[in-house]
């Protein structure tokens, strides 16, 4: 609270401003607040004051209210913070009344306004003034301080704000991170959004009166540079806003001066015509005398623009804080904007070049937003040919920033860039910029798409274009054939889905206009030579399909945001009308598109897509049944010429959406698919009979297999999608399969159909499976189920890899479905249909995981001759996807508890090693397991890494022990670096898994010790090592409890001369790191002195039960006797504490395996003290420091 000046105010203006040299006299206690004048001369003195801020504290600085008798009535008085941070007067009203208060006694105005900037600070300290105006400039110097007062514990700034040496004093512990401009909230939102409309207001208000009386913008400008100076954050970053916002105000009334001054100018040069020269004109001088005003008001402008800029500005604008920096560019990005005449040059603009290399993506993105003001005025533009030769490139590479948001302003400056400046990017830097409309961050591609539509797609003279030959589609087919090109020379990229989702927002319109693509596909090369060519023609039918998808399901594609987004009802609306002339135009087009290309697989299995986006009751409401026909016969003219899967698989999936029952055309489509499968099935029947001939013998024509592969292709295809049972194809297709199980000569063209065959017979008669079922027909079903694991099981070992490869996946799939039967069905059912996989079937499936996916790339290859490794290059990327796939299918079993948990021990231990193929797969898995359960999942990490602590330390020398340089060992502690930081910055969220960890690792780590006295050294004691990369992740108070811990398995005092107990050195001082009182015992390795003593009464803490084992008196008087652990901790003044209560059940809800008692109290001499921990307050790291004492921790059984 500042103090306002009783006898200042009680005095005439003139006796104020005379000249004196000594203290106001001391005010009188305001709001509650006992305010003194000049310095604090006695201990006693500063003690009342260190009591009055305390009591302060207590209060909200929002909620003042005083209230004083005037003329018998009550006068709520409020001061100008409170009132502008309510929000609920008219900013104009209360800047009119401040105004007014000045003119009546400046003095006692300027310090409410000095106070209401204090306050907005958040300090709840208190301000003294003293009035100076004759001392001399060493002596004013010496006085500008800002000091820590050891006794009383108080900080204090002295400053000039002229003509006053201002004094702040507040509480030393102020939190540095909870004022008013950083909190969050609506309520603080608006305080700032009033904070800066108040100061806009203000000057808005003074600038026709009182704004260049040489007192009030000195004292404001003295009294925001002295802040801004301030080691206190709150300080500087209130002090730098202000500023920057009074500067940008100043600017509108330089603005405005600006304006009168050369009206004046040319008011004055049009009289002086009219005016003979031999007579004088009193209008001519008042003319003149306005003009003289106006630039003696803008040289005090000018004067006071320069003191901000570089009293505040080029101090802050590298202001360590983000915010400050991130406040000064978008001011100076405004200041160029609005006043470019002063600001658009180099001397201003180099600052916003400096700051896009800024650290902080707030800063980088506010250069940005300035930047786009400047370049989107062409007036402007001419004048940053510098600038933009200078920072181009930085600004070029900017939309590959790893912040979101400034990659996408940045891709938006780049448009106004080559909108607005001729030739200033190059064709390199446009091709780079283009090929951003593949990423996945849909923002910034949908920037990208703009750049791309406006750049390249479209001309000036794209509207004027007449059609040629009296065609309709001139400027359309233009913009698709460059749309083509450009999708067909981007060969890095083949997402074509992605390139249309980009364009979507600005190219909409003639990306649906579909007649014009059709019209070009149907199109004869006899009748117009620009006919397309192949190529050309496969990516058209690309991008038709991905148009329609994008139409119909008014979604992005999948890896392009997060999840599907909520239609309005206008956009619903169009969705609607979309798919209705969707299926209006290709209802007619299509099974022309299909005659045309039926013998190009690719073509035609994009094209059988389009049906699935159809409105089908179009088909009987629109009286199209002639269409459908044609439809359906030439999707059965498809299917008996191919054997292609993708296009027996989409010919099936347009006979499955056609089928359905709700519609009319339902009886007609599903009397074609039965004459189709009709037709299948006696062609396979016929092929049956001839291909076995006697027993354990078949035809080994090549013919014979040939066409047995494609019929049976075709059967799988159609049995995916339809319920083939009735044929009775599960018996034909299963001799297949015990015939290569007994005998082993099958081709593979007929094996991986018929396992396909087998494997959807048997899905299909499971979903068959009801409440109505009898046990007569589930103990036939179980049988077949068992029958085909184990022909799964037997073919993992097959000799070629395919084979094992197929039926890993479709066994990975079947274990999957029959260990989570459907709840629906009774519990008699399930358990005989279930079925979890064996000891002996798990190892066999981690076996093939290890031989197929982590195995070597100079394995594989070291067998293979010129030419194949020549292949294998071009097929690097295909066998990549395979193992992802078969990876992620074992993954799956694991989160859904098919397999046992430690499996994925195994996996992790690839982590590190493959990372760059398959680190996203594990790290889901991983993550998934820490959501299934965190316990178990901590479990399993420290399994993990026991496992290759104990592979690398038997491939170790006994006699020379671990080798800790080792790579092996490296490798095992890279691993659990990254292990660590898989969990976040939450510590309070993993805090029982770190803990469970360190338990884990500190017992494995002592097994093995031939003695129990903690002075034999133990096998794994390396061990200790890895486990300290887990270390940063413990909350101080689980610290101190894992030292406790691990103290019951040495000794004390223990000789630590040689390097056997290193590990054990570094892990204690990886527990004990942040402990001041340790840093002394860190450095010592001959002996571990206690760690402290303490002086107050004490409790003992338990360890007996819970997770830890537990320990009988003897047990640990023979591993490690009583341990006197003594701490004291110091902590910051002013800290609050909760009770010991509070802390001890705090402790006991959080890691119940290492204290399962509690903290119980004892009174006795030793005691624990903890510090109690919240969740809001731990995460990221910022919060207020959480300690832990602890003062021997007997074990008692």
Same mark, same amino acid.
């Given at each position: 609270?500042?103090?306002?000046?009783?006898?200042?105010?009680?005095?005439?203006?003139?006796?104020?401003?005379?000249?004196?040299?000594?203290?106001?006299?001391?005010?009188?206690?305001?709001?509650?607040?006992?305010?003194?004048?000049?310095?604090?001369?006695?201990?006693?003195?500063?003690?009342?004051?260190?009591?009055?801020?305390?009591?302060?504290?207590?209060?909200?600085?929002?909620?003042?209210?005083?209230?004083?008798?005037?003329?018998?009535?009550?006068?709520?008085?409020?001061?100008?913070?409170?009132?502008?941070?309510?929000?609920?007067?008219?900013?104009?009203?209360?800047?009119?009344?401040?105004?007014?208060?000045?003119?009546?006694?400046?003095?006692?105005?300027?310090?409410?306004?000095?106070?209401?900037?204090?306050?907005?600070?958040?300090?709840?300290?208190?301000?003294?003034?003293?009035?100076?105006?004759?001392?001399?400039?060493?002596?004013?110097?010496?006085?500008?301080?800002?000091?820590?007062?050891?006794?009383?514990?108080?900080?204090?700034?002295?400053?000039?704000?002229?003509?006053?040496?201002?004094?702040?004093?507040?509480?030393?512990?102020?939190?540095?991170?909870?004022?008013?401009?950083?909190?969050?909230?609506?309520?603080?939102?608006?305080?700032?959004?009033?904070?800066?409309?108040?100061?806009?207001?203000?000057?808005?208000?003074?600038?026709?009166?009182?704004?260049?009386?040489?007192?009030?913008?000195?004292?404001?400008?003295?009294?925001?540079?002295?802040?801004?100076?301030?080691?206190?954050?709150?300080?500087?970053?209130?002090?730098?806003?202000?500023?920057?916002?009074?500067?940008?105000?100043?600017?509108?009334?330089?603005?405005?001066?600006?304006?009168?001054?050369?009206?004046?100018?040319?008011?004055?040069?049009?009289?002086?015509?009219?005016?003979?020269?031999?007579?004088?004109?009193?209008?001519?001088?008042?003319?003149?005398?306005?003009?003289?005003?106006?630039?003696?008001?803008?040289?005090?402008?000018?004067?006071?623009?320069?003191?901000?800029?570089?009293?505040?500005?080029?101090?802050?604008?590298?202001?360590?804080?983000?915010?400050?920096?991130?406040?000064?560019?978008?001011?100076?990005?405004?200041?160029?904007?609005?006043?470019?005449?002063?600001?658009?040059?180099?001397?201003?603009?180099?600052?916003?070049?400096?700051?896009?290399?800024?650290?902080?993506?707030?800063?980088?993105?506010?250069?940005?937003?300035?930047?786009?003001?400047?370049?989107?005025?062409?007036?402007?533009?001419?004048?940053?040919?510098?600038?933009?030769?200078?920072?181009?490139?930085?600004?070029?590479?900017?939309?590959?920033?790893?912040?979101?948001?400034?990659?996408?302003?940045?891709?938006?400056?780049?448009?106004?860039?080559?909108?607005?400046?001729?030739?200033?990017?190059?064709?390199?830097?446009?091709?780079?910029?283009?090929?951003?409309?593949?990423?996945?961050?849909?923002?910034?591609?949908?920037?990208?798409?703009?750049?791309?539509?406006?750049?390249?797609?479209?001309?000036?003279?794209?509207?004027?274009?007449?059609?040629?030959?009296?065609?309709?589609?001139?400027?359309?087919?233009?913009?698709?054939?460059?749309?083509?090109?450009?999708?067909?020379?981007?060969?890095?990229?083949?997402?074509?889905?992605?390139?249309?989702?980009?364009?979507?927002?600005?190219?909409?319109?003639?990306?649906?206009?579909?007649?014009?693509?059709?019209?070009?596909?149907?199109?004869?090369?006899?009748?117009?030579?620009?006919?397309?060519?192949?190529?050309?023609?496969?990516?058209?039918?690309?991008?038709?399909?991905?148009?329609?998808?994008?139409?119909?399901?008014?979604?992005?594609?999948?890896?392009?945001?997060?999840?599907?987004?909520?239609?309005?009802?206008?956009?619903?609306?169009?969705?609607?009308?979309?798919?209705?002339?969707?299926?209006?135009?290709?209802?007619?087009?299509?099974?022309?598109?299909?005659?045309?290309?039926?013998?190009?697989?690719?073509?035609?299995?994009?094209?059988?897509?389009?049906?699935?986006?159809?409105?089908?009751?179009?088909?009987?409401?629109?009286?199209?049944?002639?269409?459908?026909?044609?439809?359906?016969?030439?999707?059965?003219?498809?299917?008996?010429?191919?054997?292609?899967?993708?296009?027996?698989?989409?010919?099936?999936?347009?006979?499955?959406?056609?089928?359905?029952?709700?519609?009319?055309?339902?009886?007609?489509?599903?009397?074609?698919?039965?004459?189709?499968?009709?037709?299948?099935?006696?062609?396979?029947?016929?092929?049956?009979?001839?291909?076995?001939?006697?027993?354990?013998?078949?035809?080994?024509?090549?013919?014979?297999?040939?066409?047995?592969?494609?019929?049976?292709?075709?059967?799988?295809?159609?049995?995916?999608?339809?319920?083939?049972?009735?044929?009775?194809?599960?018996?034909?297709?299963?001799?297949?399969?015990?015939?290569?199980?007994?005998?082993?000569?099958?081709?593979?063209?007929?094996?991986?159909?018929?396992?396909?065959?087998?494997?959807?017979?048997?899905?299909?008669?499971?979903?068959?499976?009801?409440?109505?079922?009898?046990?007569?027909?589930?103990?036939?079903?179980?049988?077949?189920?068992?029958?085909?694991?184990?022909?799964?099981?037997?073919?993992?070992?097959?000799?070629?890899?395919?084979?094992?490869?197929?039926?890993?996946?479709?066994?990975?799939?079947?274990?999957?479905?029959?260990?989570?039967?459907?709840?629906?069905?009774?519990?008699?059912?399930?358990?005989?249909?279930?079925?979890?996989?064996?000891?002996?079937?798990?190892?066999?499936?981690?076996?093939?995981?290890?031989?197929?996916?982590?195995?070597?790339?100079?394995?594989?290859?070291?067998?293979?001759?010129?030419?194949?490794?020549?292949?294998?290059?071009?097929?690097?990327?295909?066998?990549?996807?395979?193992?992802?796939?078969?990876?992620?299918?074992?993954?799956?079993?694991?989160?859904?508890?098919?397999?046992?948990?430690?499996?994925?021990?195994?996996?992790?231990?690839?982590?590190?090693?493959?990372?760059?193929? !398959?680190?996203? %797969? #594990?790290? @889901?898995?991983?993550? +998934?397991?820490?959501?299934?359960? =965190?316990?178990?999942?901590?479990?399993? $990490?420290?399994?993990?890494?026991?496992?290759?602590?104990?592979?690398?330390?038997?491939?170790?020398?006994?006699?020379?022990?671990?080798?800790?340089?080792?790579?092996?060992?490296?490798?095992?502690?890279?691993?659990?670096?990254?292990?660590?930081?898989?969990?976040?910055?939450?510590?309070?969220?993993?805090?029982?898994?770190?803990?469970?960890?360190?338990?884990?690792?500190?017992?494995?780590?002592?097994?093995?010790?031939?003695?129990?006295?903690?002075?034999?050294?133990?096998?794994?004691?390396? !061990?200790?090592? %890895? #486990?300290? @990369?887990?270390?940063? +992740?413990?909350?101080?108070?689980? =610290?101190?409890?894992?030292?406790?811990? $691990?103290?019951?398995?040495?000794?004390?005092?223990?000789?630590?001369?040689?390097?056997?107990?290193?590990?054990?050195?570094?892990?204690?001082?990886?527990?004990?790191?942040?402990?001041?009182?340790?840093?002394?015992?860190?450095?010592?390795?001959?002996?571990?002195?206690?760690?402290?003593?303490?002086?107050?009464?004490?409790?003992?803490?338990?360890?007996?039960?819970?997770?830890?084992?537990?320990?009988?008196?003897?047990?640990?008087?023979?591993?490690?006797?009583?341990?006197?652990?003594?701490?004291?901790?110091?902590?910051?003044?002013?800290?609050?504490? +909760?009770?010991?209560?509070?802390?001890?059940?705090?402790?006991?809800?959080? $890691?119940?395996?290492?204290?399962?008692?509690?903290?119980?109290?004892?009174?006795?001499?030793?005691?624990?003290?903890?510090?109690?921990?919240?969740?809001?307050?731990?995460?990221?790291?910022?919060?207020?420091?959480?300690?832990?004492?602890?003062?021997?921790?007997?074990?008692?059984?």
């Amino acid at each position: 609270m500042i103090a306002e000046l009783n006898a200042a105010s009680s005095l005439p203006s003139q006796k104020v401003n005379a000249v004196h040299d000594e203290t106001v006299p001391e005010s009188a206690v305001q709001n509650g607040t006992c305010v003194r004048n000049g310095n604090l001369k006695t201990p006693r003195e500063k003690r009342k004051v260190r009591e009055q801020c305390e009591n302060i504290r207590r209060n909200s600085t929002s909620s003042r209210r005083v209230s004083r008798l005037q003329n018998g009535e009550v006068i709520e008085a409020v001061t100008l913070f409170e009132v502008v941070s309510m929000g609920k007067q008219a900013m104009q009203s209360v800047v009119d009344d401040w105004v007014e208060a000045y003119k009546q006694d400046r003095n006692v105005a300027l310090l409410d306004l000095i106070n209401f900037f204090i306050q907005c600070s958040g300090c709840q300290g208190m301000v003294t003034a003293e009035m100076f105006q004759s001392l001399h400039k060493k002596d004013v110097m010496r006085k500008m301080t800002e000091t820590f007062d050891e006794e009383t514990g108080l900080q204090y700034k002295k400053f000039m704000a002229y003509p006053w040496i201002l004094t702040v004093t507040w509480p030393v512990d102020m939190d540095n991170e909870d004022y008013p401009l950083i909190r969050t909230g609506p309520y603080w939102k608006k305080f700032k959004a009033n904070f800066c409309e108040f100061i806009a207001v203000l000057v808005q208000q003074c600038q026709c009166s009182i704004l260049y009386d040489s007192y009030l913008m000195d004292t404001v400008i003295s009294l925001l540079t002295g802040l801004a100076d301030s080691m206190v954050r709150a300080f500087r970053h209130t002090s730098t806003l202000a500023a920057m916002k009074l500067l940008t105000a100043v600017v509108s009334v330089h603005l405005n001066l600006d304006v009168n001054k050369h009206n004046a100018q040319r008011l004055y040069e049009v009289e002086k015509q009219r005016i003979s020269g031999k007579r004088t004109s009193y209008r001519l001088d008042q003319l003149e005398r306005k003009r003289k005003e106006y630039e003696h008001k803008l040289l005090e402008i000018q004067n006071m623009m320069n003191a901000i800029f570089k009293g505040t500005f080029l101090n802050r604008y590298r202001d360590v804080i983000p915010e400050i920096r991130a406040t000064c560019i978008e001011e100076i990005g405004s200041w160029i904007k609005t006043y470019p005449d002063a600001f658009l040059n180099d001397s201003y603009l180099k600052y916003v070049g400096w700051m896009l290399y800024d650290k902080q993506a707030e800063v980088r993105l506010k250069c940005l937003l300035g930047l786009q003001g400047i370049y989107s005025r062409k007036e402007l533009v001419s004048r940053m040919d510098l600038f933009t030769s200078r920072f181009k490139d930085r600004i070029v590479s900017m939309p590959l920033d790893k912040d979101h948001e400034v990659a996408v302003q940045a891709m938006k400056l780049l448009m106004l860039m080559s909108q607005n400046c001729e030739d200033v990017l190059s064709a390199e830097d446009c091709e780079m910029l283009y090929q951003f409309v593949y990423t996945t961050h849909r923002p910034l591609a949908v920037a990208a798409g703009e750049f791309l539509y406006k750049r390249l797609l479209i001309s000036e003279g794209d509207e004027e274009v007449q059609p040629k030959g009296g065609r309709e589609f001139g400027a359309s087919t233009d913009q698709l054939k460059r749309l083509i090109h450009f999708f067909l020379e981007s060969e890095l990229h083949k997402h074509v889905a992605y390139l249309i989702d980009s364009l979507w927002d600005w190219a909409g319109k003639f990306l649906k206009d579909w007649e014009c693509m059709t019209t070009l596909l149907l199109k004869n090369a006899e009748e117009d030579g620009e006919a397309l060519s192949d190529a050309e023609e496969s990516a058209l039918i690309e991008i038709i399909l991905a148009t329609v998808r994008e139409a119909a399901e008014g979604h992005p594609p999948v890896g392009r945001g997060a999840a599907k987004k909520i239609l309005s009802v206008k956009e619903k609306k169009i969705q609607l009308e979309d798919c209705t002339k969707i299926t209006e135009h290709f209802i007619m087009v299509l099974p022309q598109l299909l005659a045309k290309y039926s013998t190009d697989a690719q073509k035609v299995a994009n094209l059988l897509q389009i049906p699935q986006y159809y409105d089908l009751d179009v088909y009987s409401t629109g009286h199209q049944e002639k269409h459908l026909d044609a439809l359906l016969r030439e999707v059965k003219d498809i299917v008996a010429k191919h054997s292609d899967m993708s296009v027996l698989e989409a010919s099936s999936r347009t006979y499955y959406i056609l089928c359905s029952e709700e519609i009319g055309i339902y009886s007609q489509v599903d009397c074609a698919r039965t004459q189709l499968i009709d037709e299948l099935m006696e062609q396979l029947n016929q092929l049956l009979d001839g291909f076995w001939q006697k027993e354990g013998e078949f035809c080994m024509d090549a013919g014979a297999i040939s066409w047995m592969n494609s019929a049976l292709r075709r059967v799988a295809a159609f049995h995916n999608a339809h319920d083939l049972t009735k044929w009775n194809l599960y018996d034909k297709t299963l001799r297949f399969l015990v015939f290569e199980m007994e005998h082993g000569s099958l081709p593979v063209l007929i094996i991986l159909p018929a396992l396909q065959c087998t494997y959807f017979s048997l899905l299909w008669q499971l979903s068959a499976v009801s409440e109505n079922s009898t046990k007569e027909t589930l103990f036939p079903l179980r049988r077949e189920l068992r029958r085909f694991s184990q022909i799964c099981t037997c073919f993992l070992q097959h000799k070629e890899k395919d084979v094992r490869e197929k039926v890993f996946m479709i066994l990975c799939d079947w274990l999957l479905i029959l260990s989570h039967q459907d709840s629906n069905n009774k519990e008699e059912a399930i358990g005989l249909l279930g079925y979890l996989p064996n000891t002996s079937l798990q190892e066999k499936l981690f076996l093939f995981i290890r031989e197929h996916v982590f195995v070597d790339e100079e394995e594989e290859r070291k067998d293979l001759t010129e030419e194949e490794e020549k292949k294998d290059e071009s097929c690097k990327l295909d066998d990549l996807h395979r193992k992802r796939s078969l990876l992620a299918a074992y993954c799956k079993l694991i989160v859904y508890n098919v397999v046992e948990i430690t499996a994925a021990a195994e996996i992790y231990k690839y982590y590190v090693k493959t990372y760059n193929d !398959f680190g996203d %797969i #594990i790290k @889901e898995l991983l993550s +998934k397991m820490r959501h299934n359960n =965190k316990m178990q999942s901590a479990k399993t $990490l420290i399994l993990c890494l026991q496992q290759l602590f104990q592979t690398h330390a038997e491939s170790q020398d006994s006699s020379s022990g671990v080798d800790f340089s080792s790579a092996s060992f490296t490798n095992i502690k890279e691993l659990a670096r990254r292990f660590s930081l898989t969990f976040g910055w939450d510590q309070v969220k993993s805090r029982e898994s770190i803990a469970m960890i360190h338990k884990e690792g500190i017992e494995f780590a002592f097994q093995g010790a031939t003695r129990g006295d903690g002075k034999c050294l133990p096998p794994n004691l390396g !061990f200790l090592l %890895i #486990i300290s @990369e887990f270390s940063n +992740k413990l909350l101080k108070p689980d =610290k101190r409890l894992v030292y406790t811990y $691990l103290q019951r398995y040495i000794a004390e005092p223990l000789p630590c001369r040689g390097d056997g107990w290193q590990p054990l050195v570094w892990y204690r001082n990886s527990l004990l790191a942040n402990e001041d009182e340790e840093s002394s015992a860190l450095g010592n390795l001959g002996e571990w002195p206690p760690v402290g003593t303490s002086k107050t009464s004490s409790f003992k803490r338990k360890l007996s039960n819970g997770s830890l084992p537990e320990t009988s008196q003897t047990e640990v008087a023979s591993k490690a006797p009583e341990q006197q652990c003594t701490s004291q901790l110091p902590s910051a003044a002013g800290k609050n504490r +909760k009770r010991l209560k509070s802390r001890e059940m705090c402790l006991q809800e959080r $890691l119940p395996f290492l204290c399962p008692g509690g903290l119980r109290r004892r009174y006795c001499k030793d005691e624990i003290k903890t510090e109690d921990v919240s969740e809001d307050g731990q995460a990221g790291g910022t919060a207020e420091d959480v300690d832990v004492d602890v003062v021997g921790a007997d074990q008692d059984s």
